[in-house]
């Protein structure tokens, strides 16, 4: 196991969550001391799971234009609401992570948005400003997941990444659960760019076929 410092809770507070769909939940909010990166990183604690159950976990790297503005041109909104009414089933943890833009910050993915209204895709986009395709490290999360005395978990994502630093820290990932698909005519390309350039489990069946706007 990585010499990781440990982090302990900071402050639980219960959040009544509504969506805009009028999809609505109790959450328990939980922030944190020591995480390695000093980000603002937050637990959305959701459900109970059944005695020996493994919990469901989701690794949620915030993002403002689709999780606050629902933006179309990724699918970042409704993975967030998909995730916590699944986890919301069976019990277990979203994690609200401070990543904008796979880490590279707002006003450089909003750069990077403007490539690929050139043409470039995602990644080609990121490689262009000079910034890493994907600037994403999950120790803080591993950290937070041990202070919640999450060891061993199903891991809600299409991200081989996530699962595989999880695992490289220490962490117990029993299966990777994939997301729903979240296709519009304005994220199709990014999707494509996800499977065919970091191995994304989105199935290229259901990303073809659809007019890019």
């Known amino acids: 196991m990585p010499d990781t410092p440990a982090a302990t809770p900071r402050a639980r507070v219960r959040v009544p969550l509504r969506f805009p769909d ?27 799971p059944a ?33 916590v009414e699944r986890i919301a089933v069976t019990g277990g943890v979203l994690l609200y992570l401070r990543q904008e833009g796979r880490g590279i910050g707002l006003y450089n993915k909003l750069d990077a948005y403007a490539l690929q209204d050139q ?14 395709e994907d600037d994403r490290d999950y120790t803080a999360a591993a950290q937070m997941l041990r202070a919640l005395g999450i060891t061993s978990l199903d891991l809600l994502s299409n991200n081989p990444d996530k699962a595989g630093q999880l695992r490289d820290l ?15 005519p304005h994220n199709v390309r990014y ?19 659809i007019n890019v706007g």
């Open 22 to 48: 009028g999809y609505s939940v109790d959450a328990e909010l939980v922030t944190f001391h020591g995480l390695a990166d000093g980000q603002e990183h937050v637990a959305v604690v959701l459900g109970e």
């Open 51 to 83: 005695p020996g159950a493994t919990p469901l976990v989701r690794l949620h790297s915030e993002c403002l234009t689709g999780d606050v503005f629902g933006s179309a041109r990724c699918d970042c909104g409704p993975q967030l609401r998909e995730a």
């Open 119 to 132: 043409g470039l895709d995602t990644y080609e986009a990121n490689a262009a400003l000079g910034l890493p």
């Open 170 to 184: 220490g962490i117990d990932v029993q299966e990777r659960v994939p997301t729903g698909v979240f296709t519009t």
């Open 191 to 209: 999707l494509r760019a996800k499977v065919l350039q970091t191995q994304h489990t989105l199935p290229l069946a259901d990303l073809t076929g």
